[in-house]
């Protein structure tokens, strides 16, 4: 594990807290988003919001795959899953996302036949493992995730399998991001850009976050020293009067990304004209659908499917929170009505959720710290 | 938009207020969560058996019951179902964890173990051989542990109502005269060990199951602990509590400590010991090793002053080599465990909501 520790080191950590501190102009208060939620959970997790100078403020972005599913789409899986003869495979995260009347795990409980799988190939196994039963994939999550499951289209295409298909959820990072620049009620000062999406667009994408909007963007990794590092670079572009795109996450991703996983996800998918996310609403051109070579193995064709939108709970503000409007403590339900064990967002649903993070490992006064060596013994 | 809250104090006082609501049972059927060992675990215990069975014994769920029988003599009761899949797993079986984990129940209440009973419910087609296994490993484990397996139980169901063999195990174990461990003998200033690394059982489980298609040398640290507490009581007798940290891990334990004295808890995560594989494992697979399963190692809580010669005595026994002290009772913050990350940050350790799920990103 050394490799992860050299990103969790401390002493490098209080370094680039005093660089931090040093290039932070004190009489500006600067807001960044971070766009994934793998940063908003490291956030949390290490404790990283204690360590910025007050006038620096982390705003949680929109890109949790969970979170992002609109309610109405959560239903249509669980339609798909109570069908006789189904095998529903999902990632974990999803099962406990409710919709308009219960989860998966509901749907479980009531005897729907709801698997969880690590990738999409553990779903195209039980299909050839189970030949009489249709296999059913709910596929979510952005271009990250995406080429894994055109990978399992691909294999299942050259092995014929015929009862294997898949729920495409799948979404694209760069909408969001431009519909969250193009939101009147968020004044941002930066982005720390998406991480691991990155390693397969790469960072061309976001040029026109500077370009069009005068925003400064930086690429940025999941272990706490990246998510500092990324937060001095920017701090530096403002500082500095610049306003570019950079890379902090260098040491996997690449300007051009991954030209081979973009070719697979060009093949095995088409831009769906529009696609609703939760909170966000419409976006145009923002999620992938299977490409017509791929039809017979699209779950949305084989299937019927009621595709009814579903509005969010009143009192929920899933959207705002993650369009970075508000901070999930100020959602009026947050903690007492919507808690990780009954959620009524998403938001509160997958560890990378800000509610679910900032929940979990967050309700201290953002300045709580405690200092001193709690394991040491007195000499007796 | 609709209203905002504007006052995160009052916010974290009305989260606190509902967090301490005795939990409600929702929904009309049992769900896996209910034997998760979380919230839906604690209303399914209260609503439904605590609410037919109640009385003074039961009263605390505790997990077991100390019953005076007289005045000088006590005598500790527990009780546990053992359901693991696979039964095989590096470390040991479904036979050695029945024994240890109602041995260890005991020796937690300060019980030193004497008797077992024994249910075994079979599948139709479980393999003679495969019984024989879990059988010789379960008598090997009461031979160490010191206790006799007296009676028990066989049953037979259908292939489609079990997987293999499950087992329950009933324990009694004598609790020597003067002998107390409670919660509220706690104080703030106490020191808080752990007898050694976090995560293995859990993990090696995970991995033995073989869907994460990831292969790690993990083994199950499941093992008597009955030994090591009469070591660690002769040599600091004025420990304070002691659990096992199973279902739920040692983030579970020290949160059901400040539920139940109302104080709060520092834990330093530089000083949790982790085996460098299984932490490999966690980490890759997103999940937090203070919420993973152990089967051998206890949470013990022990006055400052006592804490060296604890220590000592829990590294000086075969099963205590990596103890460590992780942290520190506290006054503030009140019911609450906070972690000092290696990182030099702050955060709250809640209790789990639910089976630890691999993140997908």
Known sequence: MKFVDEFRDPTAARALVAAIREVADPGRHVKLMEVCGGHTHTIYRHGIEQLLPPGVELVHGPGCPVCVIPMGRVDDAIHLARRPGVVFTSFGDMMRVPGGDGSLLDAKADGADVRMVYSPMDALAIAEREPDR??????????TTAPSTAVTLLRARAAGITNFTVFSNHVTIVPPIKAILDSPDLQLDGFLGPGHVSTVVGNRPYEFVPRD????????????????????????????????????????????????????????????????????????????????????????LRFDLPGVR?????SCQCGEVLKGVIKPWQCKVFGTACTPETPIGTCMVSSEGACAAYYNFGRLDAQYLVADDVTALPVV | MARLNDDPDQVRGA??????????LTGDHVTLA??????????????????????????????????????????????????????RFPGGTVGSLAVHGTVNDLACMGARPRWLAAGFLLQEGFAFTDLREVVDDMQRAAVEAGVTIVTGDTKVVDRDAADGVYITTTGVGVIPAGRRLAADLVQPGDK???????????????????????DADIRSDTA?????????????????????????????????????????????????PIDRTTAGACDLLGIDPLYVANEGKLVVVVPAEQGRAALDAIRAHRFGADAAVIGEVRAEPASTVVLQTAF???????????????RIC
């Open chain 2, 192 to 214: 808080v060990i752990v007898t050694g690394t976090l995560a293995d059982h859990g993990m090696a489980i995970m991995l033995a199951r073989g869907d994460l298609h990831l």
């Open chain 1, 213 to 300: 909007y005068g925003k400064p963007l930086v690429t940025a990794g999941f272990e706490p020293l990246d998510v500092l590092q990324s937060v001095h670079m920017l701090l530096v572009q403002l500082a500095e009067g610049r306003c570019e795109v950079e890379n902090q996450y260098t040491r996997v991703v690449r300007d051009e990304g991954n030209p081979r996983a973009l070719a697979i996800l060009a093949e095995v998918f088409t831009l769906r004209p529009h696609f609703e996310w939760r909170g966000l609403g419409f976006i145009a051109q923002s999620a992938l659908r299977l490409a017509d070579d791929f039809a017979a193995f699209d779950a949305e």
């Open chain 1, 310 to 314: 579903v509005a969010d709970p009143k």
């Open chain 2, 224 to 272: 008597p602990l009955n030994g090591m507490v009469e070591d660690l009581l002769a040599a600091a007798p004025a420990v304070r509590w002691i659990r096992d940290a199973t279902r739920g891990g040692v983030g579970t334990v020290v949160n059901e400590l400040v539920q139940a004295t109302g104080l709060g808890v520092v834990l330093a995560e530089r000083a949790l």
């Open chain 2, 34 to 87: 209910h034997g998760a060992g979380g919230k839906a675990s604690a209303a399914l215990t209260d609503s439904i058996f605590l609410d037919a069975f109640r009385n003074d014994h039961l009263a605390p769920l505790a997990d077991g019951a100390v019953l005076g029988l007289t005045d000088d003599t006590r005598i500790a009761m527990s009780t546990d179902q053992f359901v693991v899949s696979p039964w």
């Open chain 1, 134 to 143: 249709e296999v059913v994939f709910f596929a979510v999550g952005f271009e």
């Open chain 2, 344 to 358: 030099g940050g702050t955060r709250v350790v809640d209790m789990l909501v639910g089976d630890p799920l691999p």
């Open chain 2, 15 to 24: 989260i606190e207020a509902v967090r301490r609501r005795r939990p409600r």
